[in-house]
């Protein structure tokens, strides 16, 4: 079945006890809009992006969206069918925030969507949309849609873009997951705190992966597997995402520790996703391992 849900469900927070905007089943089709990260409030480059963040008032995601049959002992598949940004696109520069705001002017950039190219600051960006905060609502105290965790939220991770399956953990009775803050390009790290943000739709399709709970989220992409890691320590973050990656080896490959190590060491990749320093929000890390092939002898 296929539903629509519309930008007027907004929400600033993963939370248990928020009514579900939509409630759908296990291989039902989603069409989802969304506003940008502003909410819409930049409207043109006169518009100053603030530094001063209402935490609870920042970065609005839509939903939740309620799947029956969903509990806290399965996960949550999302398979990723298309994002379609609308052609205008927000940057710049906030004040004291991001890696080199030290020495930066606060700036308002906007930019038009053509084509496969973003053109701004009289260059042409190769689009590359994806979603940064999509989540699930925790089981405790509910979690700002500007933060991250164990439910997901404001991961920033690439890997959530077109035909890649996004993995989350469920831990309250239908999930109630939520989505928003699509980007049309970001550099690893997004060192400013800003992507090319906008707003548009996303079209999902739900599964539910019954009998499988996990710990945080992780994705599968046409041609790799990519955990998730993330804390206020930098170097945390990246082990956490680093063990993550080692469990999933083990489980698809029927691999001891030792050996999914090694194959880590020659073939995976350690990313950062976020890492602006924005005030309470950690870094966040993601490593990415391509699919392997065995040897034919290893078959034999």
Not at 41 to 63: K, W
Request: hydrophobic share 40%; aromatic share 4%.
């Amino acid at each position: 079945m296929l539903h629509t849900l519309t930008k007027e469900h907004v929400v600033y927070r993963f939370d248990r006890n928020l009514p579900a905007a939509l409630k759908v089943s296990s291989g039902d089709i989603i069409q989802i809009e969304t506003a940008d990260c502003f909410g819409g409030s930049i409207r043109s480059e006169n518009d100053v992006i603030s530094s001063e963040i209402n935490i609870n008032q920042a970065n609005p995601v839509t939903g939740p969206v309620y799947v029956e049959g969903l509990t806290p002992n399965d996960s949550l598949e999302l398979e990723i069918l298309d994002i379609r940004l609308n052609p205008e696109v927000t940057t710049g520069l906030m004040q004291g925030v991001g890696l080199l705001s030290k020495n930066s002017h606060p700036s308002t950039l906007k930019g038009n969507i053509v084509g496969e190219e973003i053109k701004i600051c009289g260059f042409n960006i190769p689009v590359k949309p994806m979603i940064g905060t999509i989540g699930t609502a925790p089981a405790g105290d509910p979690v700002p849609s500007l933060l991250m965790g164990l439910h997901g939220g404001n991961m920033d991770h690439p890997s959530a873009a077109r035909y890649s399956k996004i993995y989350l953990p469920v831990e309250v009775k239908g999930g109630l997951f939520a989505l928003g803050d699509l980007h049309g390009a970001m550099g690893d790290g997004e060192i400013t705190a800003l992507s090319a943000e906008g707003s548009g739709w996303v079209t999902l399709r739900v599964e539910i992966i019954k009998n499988i709970p996990i710990k945080r989220p992780f994705f599968k992409t046409p041609d790799a597997w990519v955990t998730t890691g993330n804390a206020s320590d930098l170097k945390v973050a990246i082990a956490i995402a680093a063990e993550e990656m080692v469990e999933i080896l083990c489980k698809e490959y029927a691999l001891d520790r030792d050996r999914a190590v090694v194959l880590m060491g020659l073939a995976g990749d350690i990313r950062i996703s976020q890492c602006a320093g924005v005030p309470g929000m950690d870094a966040s890390v993601r490593c990415t391992m391509p699919v392997l092939k065995r040897d034919d002898e290893t078959r034999k």
